[in-house]
């Protein structure tokens, strides 16, 4: 019932992690591939899920702080296999007698095996995903273990006054041993799945064409480092001028960065992609960058800013700001519909600004 209770708990913390790992995860797979299938979303996320609850199976339950100090059994156990000698001088089990093996049903005995099984979907997503070969499956497995043994060790990484779980040997060698088995039965899952040569090679396919996905993630690094630069100089002016500042350091992000650059935000950049015009060139015009920026980044998605700064000196009617926010909600509708059916936003087609991919595919060998 403890296994249960922590995979409910794991399926309750997973969003709140998964909030936190998906920019870094969409930034690495946008830049290398262009693009994220469905598919490697979910072998990836199974891969962070998967962790976790392992990590939570050596931490929980967490005791209370007050009955760990209280604790006087062993910190470690430095005793390799010191369960078979336990089991042969109990004379209890034969192994030609199958009447026997109930007595290797103790909790006891059965945790080496749960220790083995716990790290076996480790090494079967090192083979897999991440190409590991034997060595390196095997050395990862023993770090891996070794962190969860460190975690108990350290209480907690010190947050108990001692350790709470016992530091074991005998877990390192099980854990080692349940990432090697992994690795060799990989053979029998992947023959149903796609190689990730493959994986690889749809997504750089995919990835020629930018995605309003792929834009909106580079759309996001652009506010992010805006966010960053304006607090950053907003130190160095009084805070009635911090608005202003902000708006004129979103127009460099947004006009004349891009601009000059020919066609590169630093969220673009970092995306592997930039913005081209209909024209020979490729190039966009000033006055096209400002009418977007205008249009996009002050009224949509500024737009609440720029309605408080009114409302500063004149009150704004309540049915202007449900008008605002009924515009930027049938906005992102919109734009989730661009992302179902794979086209650009309304506002680019009629600036005729496009926004291309520059990663290409370096090894033609690939097939897919």
Known sequence: MRYIHVIKIAVLVFPIISAFLSLPFLIYHYRKYGSVS???????????FYILCAYFLVILPLPSRSSVFHYTKAYYNLKPFFVVPEIVMSGQFNIVDPDS????LNEKYLEPLFNILMTIPFGIYLRYYFKCGFFKCMFFSF??????????????????????????????????????????????????????????????????????????????????????????????????FFKILYFIINFFTFV???????????????????????????????????????????????????????NSFVNIPIYFWLVYFGIVFLFFIYCFNCIVVSKDIFINKVL?????????????????
């Open 38 to 48: 469905f598919f490697r979303f979910l072998l990836v996320y199974s891969f962070f």
């Open 101 to 104: 093996y109930v007595f290797l």
């Open 143 to 240: 770090v891996l273990s070794l962190f969860f043994e460190v975690t108990q060790l350290t209480g907690l990484y010190f947050i108990y006054p001692r350790p709470y779980r016992l530091f074991d040997v005998n877990d390192l060698i099980n854990n080692t041993c349940g990432g090697i088995v992994g690795f060799l039965i990989t053979p029998l899952f992947s023959i149903f799945l796609p190689s990730r040569d493959k994986i690889d090679v749809s997504d750089y396919l995919r990835g020629s064409y930018v995605s309003v996905g792929r834009s909106g993630v580079s759309v996001i690094i652009d506010y992010l480092i805006i966010g960053v630069v304006s607090v950053f100089f907003g130190y160095f002016v009084r805070i009635k």
């Open 256 to 310: 004349l960065i891009p601009y000059f650059s020919s066609g590169y935000t630093f969220g673009k950049w970092i995306l592997n992609m930039k913005n081209v015009g209909r024209g020979i060139d490729g190039n966009i015009s000033l006055i096209g960058y400002f009418i977007r920026w205008f249009i996009v980044h002050i009224l949509i998605f500024n737009g609440w800013l720029i309605l408080l700064i009114i």
């Open 352 to 368: 005729g600004i496009n926004s291309v991919s520059v990663i290409g595919i370096e090894d033609d060998s690939y097939e897919v």
